[in-house]
């Protein structure tokens, strides 16, 4: 075992002495050291309810035969962060979690991982160390909230704050009503009840074969989540003593099986980061193409919140969960291992659709290709992204003038102030990877598109990303971004930009020559961060079209 590092030998005295001193008895040296990564917090609702999962994950470890040790990983919520300064971290914070684990576990020699996670860059973080370190592991994300109730209607965190906001400011709803709708939206523990970030990632976690059967739906403050947790510490031990490493169940396959399953579902365009960055940890070349031809060839099954009318987290759990998507996809999903020793063929064997329309058969999907597409043109040379799945059919393909905005909070202000009008194109740029330095998330602006009833009128375009719960003809991740002289640095307010979802075409409506001439007096903005992790973070970062990952 690889704690033998720490506890065996004569020179390993004060070692042991040190393990005693945190209550290690004899008879556990004997044992498989095992760390529950636990991303805890009083600050996240996803993860507040963790201290009962630890508990869980604890006995199980102890009933596999093992010795479990939990340490602290910390969190970002997306949403607290959304709309100032803290957005900027979020992303970032993915690559701090991963060199996290990788010095925690190395440092202690542990035997193997288990990691309690649940939201957006917390997972992918997690995973994204555990390729780094290639131990037996698996995951346990601490799954969804309940959604809410306002009179006698379903609420969740998206269309009831979010957008609720720009319905209030449009008139469409009192303050009376936007203030009952902050107590209902978030009733308890749990990831936001939606197709978001943090529930596609796990999701396409379950689908990779990271994680237990169910374990992606299975709601926060369920029985069956604790039961969940408790089975993955005991499958913990089991791969130990079975030597089954990260790397031996998840390769190329499994990828394209998360990719998948994503688009099926309509899931968060962050996926394009978070599993590119995964497959590079892994050693696997993933290219975003990937997504763009898979989304092809795999129809939309499942219409998930945020789309208008979609179905919840607990829908798809009642529906039969990942394990349903498999059957319905059927010959689609590649048969592959999965850390709970089925493979995703036996799964799918024994798996039962019990809604036909919440997953729906493919014959009758809601939309003949996947949630995802990858758009090229002269605005985006290598790459831009886009929802499609929740555009309207008449915004697929768009026409319109450009407004500019080199930040965030200047265009929220526009659309709030009603400079935005229809048939514009908000450009916000200066918020990639490097220029924002953090790429942060353009949830609020694209809400207030929303919630102003300018979805069906107005597109967004950026070089930072969107939040999985943004709906509407919104394209992130612009690559090459502003700060690295992308083309939408030099777009001028009044420019046509024309969007062609269906024929995967982003383009700026100038000339060749002109295109020269801007780029001759072009002026680059420079990051307005200049010390701490997010000047290092800027310097380091690779662009989103390569999943933001660090330079080697």
Do not use: W
């Not at 506890?7 to 042991?16: Q, T």
């Not at 576990?105 to 649940?118: E, S």
């Not at 607990?314 to 493979?343: C, M, Q, W």
């Not at 555009?391 to 080199?406: D, H, P, R, T, W």
């Amino acid at each position: 075992m690889k704690s033998d590092a720490i506890k065996k030998g004569l020179e390993r005295a004060p070692h042991r002495a040190l393990l005693f001193g945190t209550g290690v008895t004899k008879g556990d040296l004997k044992k498989p050291f095992i760390g529950i990564a636990s991303s805890a917090t009083d600050l996240i609702p996803g993860h507040v309810d963790m201290k009962q999962l630890e508990r869980a994950i604890e006995n199980g470890v102890y009933a596999g035969g093992g010795r479990p040790f939990v340490f602290g990983i910390p969190g970002i919520c997306d949403g607290i962060a959304m709309g100032h300064k803290g957005m900027k971290y979020s992303l970032p914070s993915r690559e701090l979690i991963a060199d996290m684990i990788e010095a925690v576990a190395t440092a202690h020699a542990l035997d193997g991982l288990v990691f309690l996670t649940n939201c957006d860059k917390i997972t992918p973080g997690m995973i994204m160390g555990m390729f780094r370190l290639n131990i037996p592991a698996i995951v346990v994300t601490a799954g969804p909230m309940f959604t809410g109730r306002h009179y006698g209607r379903r609420t969740s965190l998206v269309t009831d704050t979010f957008e609720a906001i720009g319905k209030y400011k449009a008139g469409q709803i009192s303050e009376k009503t936007l203030c009952e709708l902050e107590m209902v939206a978030c009733p308890g523990a749990g990831s936001c009840q939606g197709m978001f970030t943090a529930n596609t990632m796990a999701c396409a976690t379950e689908a990779m074969g990271l994680s237990m059967p169910y374990c992606a739906t299975a709601l926060a403050v369920s029985a069956q989540k604790k039961r969940i947790a408790h089975e993955s510490g005991i499958r913990a031990v089991e791969l130990i003593r079975k030597n089954i490493t990260p790397k031996k169940v998840v390769n190329r396959k499994s990828i394209e099986n998360a990719i998948r399953v994503d688009v099926a579902l309509g899931g968060s365009t962050n996926t394009v980061l978070h599993i590119t960055a995964i497959a590079h940890e892994a050693g696997l070349d993933i290219p975003v193409e990937l997504f763009d031809k898979i989304s092809r060839v795999t129809p939309h099954i499942a219409k998930m919140n945020p789309s208008p009318d979609g179905y919840f987290m607990e829908d798809l759990h009642n529906a039969g969960g990942i394990p349903a998507v498999f059957k319905r996809l059927g010959s689609k999903v590649a048969a592959r291992p999965t850390v709970s020793g089925r493979t995703t063929g036996n799964i799918a064997a024994e798996a039962v659709i019990k809604d036909e329309d919440v997953i729906r058969p493919l014959k009758r999907a809601h939309h003949k290709q996947g949630g995802i597409a990858i758009l090229r043109g002269n605005l985006a040379e290598s790459g831009a992204v886009v929802k499609q799945s929740a555009v309207e059919k008449s915004m697929m393909k768009f026409k319109g003038k450009a407004i500019c905005f080199n930040k965030e909070e200047d265009a929220m202000n526009a659309i709030m102030q009603g400079k935005v009008k229809k048939g514009m194109v908000v450009v916000i740029r200066y918020e990639g990877p490097k220029g924002g330095p953090g790429m942060r998330e353009m949830l609020s602006p694209t809400a207030a598109i929303i919630g102003r009833g300018l979805g069906k009128s107005v597109a967004l375009i950026t070089d930072g990303r969107f939040s999985g719960g943004t709906r509407g003809p919104c394209i992130g991740h612009v690559s090459p971004e502003a700060a690295e002289g992308g083309l939408i640095a030099l777009v001028k307010n009044g420019d046509i930009i024309s969007l062609d979802i269906p024929n995967r075409k982003l383009e700026l409506g100038i000339s060749s020559d002109e295109i020269k001439k801007r780029k001759r007096t072009m002026k680059l903005k420079k990051p307005g961060i200049k010390t701490g992790y997010l000047a290092r973070y800027s310097e380091m970062v690779t662009s989103a079209g390569t999943g933001a990952v660090f330079k080697k």
